[in-house]
């Protein structure tokens, strides 16, 4: 069943589906949502999924996004009187999920809100009236009755420190919650189109739960120990069935290859402070991007013991900071204790500002992390104003550029190990040298590139390999434009030095360099001797680099007897 709303300006709809024996889900499907920040790319919109499990006692499993209230309660009220739902289980309590649980409350007072004991603390503050609660942990059970047997599994930073897993032995339906979500928006509930899934079942792993890697694995662990899950019921897209094992095996390689980095980069912060969350994965899916491993605490929850061994670990230690009064402050002050008892001066350090009103002074830190002789990885990132894409943008390249210094080292090393001969030979492969340029909304970008081919007649298209870590990237998903401009034989070695430049985070790529804009909004570089306008259709996933498939919409030549500027390399395992 599928309730439309009132015409608003994004599209929001309502799907009602029985998917095995007592149990419906509402999901909230929010068809428009674009990318609010630079970490979600690939504009296929994004669902909030809610679940009603009926036994001789009925429990509701998380809730939806504000945005959705009207749709969502009227879907709750069609399905069953909120005065008869005894339990709402809290999977952890960001807004996308638990927005509505005071609404619900509201309508079902008797209600027993479950959740771990962190999420409940938090959602004091997001309900501000009293409710009765049942705390719960791994291994733990609620009898809701008729077969319906509940048992909890905790899952810390997936992705938020509180989450737990439910299990309903019953159904062999696990609820997930974001582990294994896809912000993908499809009216399909369940998981039949595995190809067109797929990119974004892979993005949004590697946006949140790349950084949390191991604490993947480790509640995979705990899964495995539950008999039967023949469904994993996710908060976000479609519920994952018909490809179980081929989409959980991916959770647990692409995990197991996170974690395989001996380059680690622990990131504290406050979950829901300010904007802690969304800066500091920003700056972790920069440093992902680098295939240096990250590990992030939430300071408000970390006990003592985690905090001193995620230290003890890391190559590079960096802060969001936490406010300074308040709530938790008691606990995130003993944990910045710990962590400055814990550093040493073999590490580097990075601090940015989580725009929540009442952040710790971030000079003192930076001066008692400086006394104990830590390198400062950047200068601190001080917000002054709301977070825009561009402060993602510059949080995330300041990321790359965390873990490509850690990186570098190691890389070098792998790199005088290879045959000289091969590298020379595969140093003869030439081609043309291009500068592709992208510009969405306030975020632009450029980067010389040499790997392109022509592959297609119809549509016209051509591939071109991008290293994982450039700065672009993040702007050439599924779906984004951008402009190739292609170099002139003897034209070309200013545009080119200039962007071979070394590009402070968030720095513009364009100052000084003529451009106007495409039909796509994209710079065309005045002095370059044609350019195409292109669209991403497809990208495939290699070792180190994406493979990015575009077709081609349209493009000049500025001088038709010029030729294209070519690059002889002398190696091929480097740029
Ligand atoms: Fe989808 Fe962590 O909320």
């Known amino acids: 069943m599928v309730v439309a709303a009132p015409k608003t300006e994004n599209r929001l709809t309502t799907q009602i589906a029985a998917i095995a024996a007592d149990t419906t889900t509402i999901r909230s499907l929010d068809w428009d949502r674009d990318r609010f920040d630079i970490e979600f790319g690939l504009q296929n919109g994004t669902t909030y999924n809610s679940y009603l499990i009926r036994g001789e006692k009925v429990a509701l499993v998380d809730t939806s996004h504000a945005k959705f209230r009207q749709l969502y309660l009227d879907a709750l009220r069609g399905l069953i009187d909120p005065a008869e739902i005894d339990y709402i289980v809290i999977s952890h309590t960001e807004p996308d999920h638990s927005g509505l649980v005071k609404d619900v409350l509201a309508l079902a007072p008797q209600a027993t809100v479950v959740g771990a004991k962190v999420a409940l603390n938090f959602l004091e503050d997001l309900v501000h009236q009293p409710f009765e609660r049942l705390q719960v942990k791994s291994g733990e059970t609620l009898d809701l009755g008729n077969g319906h047997v509940l048992e909890f599994v905790n899952a810390p930073n997936l992705h938020w420190p509180d989450t737990i897993f439910t299990f309903d032995a019953k159904t062999g339906i696990l609820y997930t919650c974001d582990a294994f979500g896809a912000h993908f928006c499809k009216e399909d509930t369940f998981d039949e189109d595995l190809e067109a899934l797929s990119p974004d079942f892979r ?75 969304r800066i500091s994965q920003a700056v972790a899916h920069g440093i992902t991007k680098t295939g240096v491993a990250v590990e992030m605490i939430d300071l408000r929850s970390a006990d003592a013991h985690e905090v001193n061994e995620l230290v003890g670990r890391a190559k590079g230690v960096l802060i969001g900071m936490p406010p300074s009064s308040g709530r938790g402050a008691k606990e995130t002050q003993a944990a910045l204790s710990t962590i400055l008892a814990a550093v040493s001066d073999k590490q580097m350090f990075g601090l940015f500002e989580s725009y929540g009103g009442d952040d710790e002074p971030i000079d003192t830190l930076q001066t008692k992390l400086q006394d104990l002789e830590l390198k400062p990885a950047f200068d601190p990132i001080r917000i002054k104003d709301t977070p825009s894409e561009a402060t993602y943008q510059l949080c995330e390249e300041t990321g790359v550029d965390v873990g490509q210094s850690l990186a570098q080292a190691k890389k070098i090393k792998k790199l005088k190990s290879l045959d000289a001969d091969l590298q020379k030979a595969l140093g003869r492969i030439s081609s043309g040298l291009y500068i592709i340029t992208a510009q969405k909304g306030e975020l632009s970008s450029a980067m010389l590139a040499s790997w392109i081919s022509q592959a297609s007649f119809k549509p016209l298209g051509f591939t071109v390999a991008v290293a994982k870590d450039r700065a672009i990237e993040s702007l050439m998903q599924v779906g984004d434009t951008f402009v190739l401009n292609i170099l002139e034989e003897g034209n070309h070695l200013d545009l080119m030095k200039h962007f071979l430049k070394r590009f402070a985070p968030g720095a513009d790529r364009f100052a000084g360099v003529r451009t106007r804009p495409a039909t796509n909004g994209s710079p065309i570089l005045a002095d370059a001797l044609a350019y195409l306008e292109c669209k991403v259709t497809s990208r495939m996933e290699l070792s180190d680099h994406w493979l990015v498939y575009c077709a081609v919409d349209d493009g000049k030549v500025s001088k038709d007897e010029a030729l294209t500027a070519v690059h002889h390399r002398k190696v091929g395992n480097y740029y």
């Open 203 to 277: 993005f949004y792993y590697e946006c949140l739960m790349a950084p949390n890697a191991r604490s993947v694995l480790s509640a995979m662990k705990r899964m495995d120990k539950l008999e039967g899950i023949n469904t994993i019921a996710t908060g976000h897209g479609p519920l994952i069935h018909h490809h179980l094992e081929e989409l959980t095996g991916r959770y647990r390689r692409w995990s197991n290859e996170k974690s395989e980095s001996e380059t680690l980069v622990a990131v504290f912060y406050v979950s829901d402070y300010g904007y802690s969350d």
